[in-house]
């Protein structure tokens, strides 16, 4: 379907952030202006205690302009990239935004130099907002360079992120797929569609034409993926950080043991929960051989039921009443205010997310097909969505934005409330072996198959740090060799496995995935306590929502009520599991 | 033909470089060990004329040893693509290029620093050679940083050529072309024939089915050519220069007027004659509407004329002649040596270039079907390779390499001695009036299209300098409007047009192409006055070509008996293209 023969009420209203061009052009200006005042400071800044408030202001205004401004030029593009109009605000907005960092590379500089004088400024009540943030400023002593240097850094930011912009722009197209005799599209959206066929031809057609594209295309493929690995290494070596992983977790303000209990959890202690489910799912496949294109042939008849978006809505408000009235209100505005853009169009950005400023609505992307996935994606993404609006609505601009590390739970809570709900609520046997099958795989995606993105990721992080030569073969045979020992003997790898590799977009958001595995040990800890009726962690949580980035990632999470330090939940996540896994095979074996 | 069964003295021999894989990895392990030493020389490099002259020596030696190297794994990989052994080899030298660049990135700084001193150790005899090069460096003084920021800045090297290698690593592929009823391949290759074509519709659908590709990935080209814009300017501000046009100038020591002078003559003063090509064309083709892609239509119907490898050196030979037997000598060891592989083979590199390095042969790489295009690209790529061979066997090697501006003499001098000698010899009308054609064709080429291609790129360069976005619209539209001004009002632009700048490579080569122009321009002065008789001019062009790379290029060139800064040479090219045209108006007219 095209965009224009989409009911409007079913995609996203961008007119609540600007009514016309002219007002982002308005704003653009106003924010060229604004930088130039932000400039006078050069010298200045700690001067006086007002001095200091007054560039701080400013520069918060800045912020929330260039970030409304970003947030039109980059949904509009998203979902319509061939309007010309829009790729130009984009690429107008990104250069401003790279100019301004070059001319106000001396903020952190000035700060850091007066750190004594700042300090005594923070006790002040006007601005106590301030705490955070600049304390996390000022911990950047041993990683802050000489202006001079500094300056010449922010230049580099202009060069430094071709590789994801090639990345991002590359949409390859696909050779179609024989169903049935009749050719079908194959694309993002189709693929899964595909590989749950019961035709061994169909799945592996649809395997080899969607991977082969991205062999065709794996000298640009491994040379963007290289890019952004060389780059996240050199920002470390010039940083003075040991390794690409130390500079991204002191930028998260966590220790980077919680990556390594990421790993080890799912590498080492747990790793055999995965690989005697791949078992399970050849022995009732009845198969001598499994690929990995046949591990998504469903194990449970698909119970088939498909949800219109006002069903949607209907199950996530049961779903979510356990948080009360004023959480079920948000998720009815998304609706009504048309936060969400909910179909897939031609050339629109796969995928799903939720993205916005302090100064405008949270606004969801999805490509919605009325599947138990897309009810799924619908409840996570408003997940996000809350989070964002309880942030901006209790906290300052300046601690409202919260980082993925505790953004991942927010949307994860959700996910697992929903599943919950429809295990429990599940007709019968099959509609319940339906859907712990679907969170098994939930968990395998989260558990198991982040981990290995995440080692895959280290283990590229290293090389470029060791200046070892990145080539596609080298990338190749790498992520090969990690899917089978994660998948473990009993999955036979297709040949292109190893190209599989160019299609994840989370390779290139320098140590992301992992973030989602401890989302949800987190989340499943929340959501047990939640559902005994622990009313205490209901407010937890949603105090947790309302704060934002206030705070350091762990103390955010340890107000939640859980501390991601703590081996139990690693345990608790991998038993949870095994749980679900020992009452499926009994399902599946009385069957 | 697979590369196995073309006779081995149509291929190069590269085992003259080196005879085994293994004296490769001892030149290698010699080279590390090489740039070892140099580290030492930290801080000491000019505390005596000793140390100077040993540091020198040194660097002199791991410089021939990279470059043989680099030559070697280069040169075999463009044959061999698929071979990993050649593969790893060129990622080995690279990575060893790279790290070396980090690892004497101090040397520049201190031997700046050191000015007085070492401009009195210049004046010793032993030091002399060093003369052009050093002081070359002295004169950076004003653009070179302070070392920890020139140390920063040698890191920035390993992530700043994204942009080149992607657009690289990118290979479209097209649908085929309709032609006589028959599905044909359209490739970069078979485009030109498609569009010499007498049918409208298989011209219209090569263009079309070619630069559609470009269109469709517009977005990921316009992020790579804006890539390396930024990046040059980039390089050019942080190096204090004040734009990038500056930057290169400087590197090329030559004075910015050059460029200027070049896209003023092809601009406004010359281009009615291009202009009235077209025009002539478009009477000639007897048509109301002419298209851009109807450009290439033969105005001469074809000689159809195949040369053997073995008589395009007996015309080659013929035509060089006024150089005298030495030069001869140089050509026929070229034959003999093998330093020339002629034919194209499944994946070999295409088009054609000459290469080597000090410590090697000078080596040919072609792609050679016999036609005149094939002749004519031989004499070009021997001209390179003869000014390579005695500037090796005349020079220094720290005064061998010779930049690209003197380079495209040597090669555009022989080309020009063929076209004269074949439209002299010309055994009728209509033979000459086809060499005639090709000699208009060409000029187009160099002193019409590529100060378009110039003028474009300066607009690039300018537009990233002033952070303006540059996206595909962006691009594309200013490439419409140039290609429109250039061809003239007669010639009707195809919608596609804009979008055919992503094909162009030399846009990521900054500001190369002007260099074309330049350089046929020079030589069509030389070649006037050997044709002349003229003795000394054959004497100052050899010493020209024995010079190398020893002076400043305009030097250089006033030393080969032009003045590139004289207007005088525009004149004469530009009259030498209106002569021709007049020639063949009044042969067509006639006809």
Same mark, same amino acid.
């Given at each position: 379907?095209?965009?224009?023969?989409? /009911?409007?009420?079913?995609?996203?209203?961008?007119?609540?952030?600007?009514?016309?061009?002219?007002?982002?052009?308005?704003?653009?200006?106003?924010? *060229? &202006?604004?930088?130039?005042?932000?400039?006078?400071?050069?010298?200045?800044?700690?001067?006086?205690?007002?001095? %200091?408030?007054?560039?701080?202001?400013? *520069?918060?205004?800045?912020?929330?302009?260039?970030?409304?401004?970003?947030?039109?030029?980059?949904?509009?593009?998203?979902?319509?990239?061939?309007?010309?109009?829009?790729?130009?605000?984009?690429?107008?907005?990104?250069?401003?935004?790279?100019?301004?960092?070059? #001319?106000?590379?001396?903020?952190?500089?000035?700060?850091? +130099?007066?750190?004594?004088?700042?300090?005594?400024?923070?006790?002040?009540?006007?601005?106590?907002?301030?705490?955070?943030?600049?304390?996390?400023?000022?911990?950047?002593?041993?990683?802050?360079?000489?202006?001079?240097?500094?300056?010449?850094?922010?230049? !580099?930011?202009?060069?430094? =992120?071709?590789?994801?912009?090639?990345?991002?722009?590359?949409?390859?197209?696909?050779?179609?797929?024989?169903?049935?005799?009749?050719?079908?599209?194959?694309?993002?959206?189709?693929?899964?569609?595909?590989?749950?066929?019961?035709?061994?031809?169909?799945?592996?057609?649809?395997?080899?034409?969607?991977?082969? +594209?991205?062999?065709?295309?794996?000298?640009?493929?491994?040379?963007?993926?290289?890019?952004?690995?060389?780059?996240?290494?050199?920002?470390?070596?010039?940083?003075?950080?040991?390794?690409?992983?130390?500079?991204?977790?002191?930028?998260?303000?966590?220790?980077?043991?919680?990556?390594?209990? !990421?790993?080890?959890?799912?590498?080492?202690?747990?790793?055999?929960?995965?690989?005697?489910?791949?078992?399970?799912?050849?022995?009732?496949?009845?198969?001598?051989?499994?690929?990995?294109?046949?591990?998504?042939?469903?194990?449970?008849? &698909?119970?088939?039921?498909?949800?219109?978006?006002? #069903?949607?809505?209907?199950?996530?408000?049961?779903?979510?009443?356990?948080?009360?009235? =004023?959480?079920?209100?948000?998720?009815?505005?998304?609706?009504?205010?048309?936060?969400?853009?909910?179909?897939?169009?031609?050339?629109?950005?796969?995928?799903?997310?939720?993205?916005?400023?302090?100064?405008?609505?949270?606004?969801?992307?999805?490509?919605?097909?009325?599947?138990?996935?897309?009810?799924?994606?619908?409840?996570?993404?408003?997940?996000?969505?809350?989070?964002?609006?309880? &942030?901006?609505?209790?906290?300052? $601009?300046?601690?409202?934005?919260?980082?993925?590390?505790?953004?991942?739970?927010?949307?994860?809570?959700?996910?697992?409330?929903?599943?919950?709900?429809?295990?429990?609520? $599940?007709?019968?046997? #099959?509609?319940?072996?339906?859907?712990?099958? @679907?969170?098994?795989?939930?968990?395998?995606?989260?558990? %198991?198959?982040?981990?290995?993105?995440?080692?895959?990721?280290?283990?590229?992080?290293?090389?470029? @740090?060791?200046?070892?030569?990145?080539?596609?073969?080298?990338?190749?045979?790498?992520? $090969?060799?990690?899917?089978?020992?994660?998948?473990?003997? /009993?999955?036979?790898?297709? +040949?292109?496995?190893?190209?599989?590799?160019?299609?994840?977009?989370?390779?290139?958001? =320098?140590?992301?995935?992992?973030?989602?595995?401890?989302?949800?040990?987190?989340?499943? $800890?929340?959501?047990?306590?939640?559902?005994?009726?622990?009313?205490?962690? !209901?407010?937890?949580?949603?105090?947790?929502?309302?704060?934002?980035?206030?705070?350091?990632?762990?103390?955010?999470?340890?107000?939640?009520?859980?501390?991601?330090?703590? /081996?139990?939940?690693?345990?608790?996540?991998?038993?949870?599991? +095994?749980?679900?896994?020992?009452?499926?095979?009994?399902?599946?074996?009385?069957?």
């Amino acid at each position: 379907m095209e965009r224009k023969d989409i /009911d409007i009420k079913d995609t996203w209203d961008l007119s609540t952030i600007y009514n016309s061009h002219e007002a982002f052009y308005q704003d653009l200006e106003k924010t *060229k &202006s604004l930088i130039n005042d932000l400039i006078t400071f050069k010298g200045k800044i700690c001067n006086s205690i007002d001095s %200091f408030y007054n560039f701080l202001t400013t *520069k918060d205004t800045v912020e929330r302009l260039m970030n409304k401004l970003y947030c039109y030029a980059h949904l509009n593009c998203d979902v319509e990239p061939k309007n010309q109009e829009y790729q130009t605000m984009m690429a107008t907005i990104m250069g401003v935004l790279e100019a301004s960092s070059v #001319q106000i590379s001396f903020v952190d500089n000035e700060i850091i +130099e007066a750190k004594d004088k700042v300090l005594e400024y923070l006790k002040d009540p006007k601005l106590e907002k301030y705490t955070y943030k600049i304390n996390s400023l000022l911990s950047y002593e041993a990683h802050i360079l000489p202006k001079e240097q500094e300056e010449l850094l922010a230049k !580099v930011e202009s060069i430094a =992120d071709t590789s994801s912009q090639v990345f991002n722009a590359l949409r390859l197209e696909y050779e179609d797929v024989e169903e049935d005799g009749k050719l079908k599209t194959l694309n993002n959206a189709t693929l899964n569609q595909f590989l749950k066929n019961k035709d061994e031809k169909v799945r592996k057609q649809a395997y080899t034409n969607f991977f082969k +594209e991205y062999q065709r295309y794996e000298n640009v493929f491994a040379q963007t993926l290289a890019g952004v690995m060389k780059k996240d290494a050199f920002y470390a070596d010039v940083r003075k950080f040991n390794s690409a992983l130390e500079a991204s977790v002191f930028d998260d303000d966590v220790p980077s043991e919680l990556f390594f209990k !990421v790993l080890e959890s799912a590498n080492v202690k747990y790793r055999h929960l995965f690989h005697r489910y791949n078992r399970l799912k050849k022995e009732l496949l009845k198969k001598d051989v499994i690929y990995n294109y046949d591990l998504n042939i469903p194990l449970v008849s &698909s119970i088939n039921k498909k949800y219109t978006i006002d #069903q949607c809505f209907e199950i996530i408000n049961e779903c979510l009443r356990p948080f009360g009235q =004023d959480y079920l209100d948000i998720i009815n505005k998304a609706r009504n205010e048309r936060w969400i853009d909910y179909y897939p169009t031609p050339g629109k950005r796969i995928g799903a997310y939720s993205s916005g400023s302090y100064d405008t609505n949270p606004f969801i992307l999805m490509n919605f097909i009325g599947d138990y996935n897309s009810l799924s994606t619908m409840i996570h993404e408003l997940g996000h969505s809350v989070h964002s609006y309880l &942030s901006n609505h209790h906290q300052d $601009a300046v601690n409202a934005n919260y980082r993925i590390f505790v953004a991942e739970v927010a949307s994860t809570v959700n996910e697992t409330l929903l599943i919950n709900y429809m295990i429990k609520n $599940a007709k019968n046997d #099959q509609e319940k072996a339906y859907f712990i099958y @679907e969170q098994l795989e939930n968990c395998v995606g989260l558990i %198991f198959r982040q981990p290995m993105f995440a080692d895959f990721e280290y283990k590229l992080h290293t090389m470029a @740090e060791n200046n070892e030569p990145l080539s596609s073969k080298v990338i190749t045979d790498l992520y $090969a060799r990690l899917n089978q020992e994660y998948y473990g003997k /009993d999955v036979t790898m297709d +040949e292109l496995v190893g190209w599989s590799c160019y299609y994840v977009p989370h390779f290139y958001y =320098d140590y992301y995935v992992y973030k989602y595995t401890l989302g949800m040990t987190v989340a499943l $800890a929340i959501v047990n306590r939640i559902l005994k009726g622990n009313q205490q962690q !209901v407010t937890d949580y949603l105090n947790f929502l309302k704060s934002g980035g206030s705070k350091a990632p762990v103390e955010l999470l340890k107000q939640a009520g859980v501390d991601p330090l703590d /081996d139990q939940i690693y345990e608790d996540a991998f038993k949870y599991f +095994e749980e679900l896994l020992n009452q499926f095979e009994t399902i599946k074996k009385n069957a």
